[in-house]
């Protein structure tokens, strides 16, 4: 039977009075909840870990189903699919995916990450965006890598046609990196970290405030149906971020478990170039989301004709999660 028979043959027992009213919601609840995990967001690795939400859901009869997703531009894929219902992303990059017609609200931060910077190998004598020039780089479509990587050229007066990409998801191009098939990567931690610790790549240029926060996305039909679980999800999510807070060393040894990285490059991404301080999601994320959408549309990334602030304020949407305490 299909959802709307169901809901159909709901109704009319509803409107007889066989049911009690809350049947119907009971009948529309989903019976999975599809989550993506990612190292680039340590929290939601920790919260797989410890099913929290498994264990929230469990009396919901509501299984949890996670996902990896390899970079922004396959979580954002995913959620475009339907084949997850949240998904961990760049606000940048959620941003150009909603412009493009994914159908998605931004609703929590998970991250104030420094997790991209443009990157050579060790013995390269590239050192500024204008050595860009003419040069391989490789890089990853709908990230925020790629968004970095546009920003920097446009502000050295150079765009995509100066250079070279090689299209890469984001350990692929850490690997051709290395090996020398490309002269520069738009690097993403851990992969980047890695690079830095393991490989002596450098990180050439660097700027924390272009890298755009780590958010958490939802489906918007799933949000516009189930919006007290979606409340419920960020409240757990919540409890995650508090917990890797006060446990910093927990949080990296299970970041260790799941990537097999060395405690070194763990320590750079986890210690250095990540803050979990935050999770309402509002104005700094607003200004610095839509700071990025203006440079890609400045760059040529998005139409001139398209209204990025607009945009901005209907993917933005905090009212599922409380108040935060830290």
Avoid at 11 to 24: K, M, V, W
Avoid at 239 to 254: F, T
Wanted: glycine residues 6%.
């Amino acid at each position: 039977m299909s959802l709307f028979s169901r809901r159909s043959l709901f109704a009319s027992a509803l409107l007889a009075g066989l049911l009690p009213t809350t049947a119907l919601f009971a009948a529309d609840k989903p019976d999975t909840i599809n989550i993506d995990w990612a190292t680039y967001n340590p929290v939601s690795i920790l919260l797989k870990d410890k099913g929290l939400l498994e264990k929230e859901f469990a009396k919901d009869g509501i299984k949890i189903r996670w996902v990896q997703s390899a970079g922004s531009n396959k979580a954002l894929e995913f959620l475009n699919a339907g084949s997850i219902d949240f998904g961990s992303t760049a606000g940048s990059a959620a941003l150009v995916a909603k412009i493009n017609g994914n159908p998605i609200k931004s609703i929590y931060v998970y991250s104030r990450p420094e997790w991209t910077a443009l990157v050579t190998a060790k013995d390269s004598k590239i050192a500024s965006i204008a050595d860009l020039k003419g040069k391989r780089v490789a890089v990853t479509r709908g990230t925020d890598p790629h968004i970095f990587l546009v920003r920097a050229l446009l502000g050295a007066g150079l765009t995509e046609k100066d250079i070279t990409p090689v299209l890469l998801q984001h350990a692929d191009g850490k690997t051709a990196l290395i090996r020398g098939d490309v002269d520069a990567w738009a690097g993403l931690d851990p992969m980047m970290a890695a690079a830095e610790v393991e490989d002596g790549a450098k990180l050439f240029f660097r700027n924390a405030a272009a890298n755009t926060w780590g958010i958490l996305n939802v489906r918007e039909d799933f949000a516009k149906q189930n919006p007290e679980l979606v409340k419920r999800v960020l409240a757990v999510y919540e409890e995650a971020r508090k917990y890797s807070l006060a446990n910093p060393n927990e949080v990296k040894a299970d970041f260790i478990a799941v990537t097999k990285l060395p405690d070194a490059v763990v320590e750079k991404q986890l210690k250095e170039r990540t803050e979990l301080t935050h999770s309402k999601i509002g104005a700094p994320q607003r200004e610095s989301i839509l700071a990025a959408g203006i440079a890609l549309q400045q760059a040529g990334v998005i139409k001139a004709d398209v209204d990025v602030k607009k945009v901005v304020d209907d993917l933005i949407d905090p009212q599922y999660l409380a108040a935060p305490t830290n």
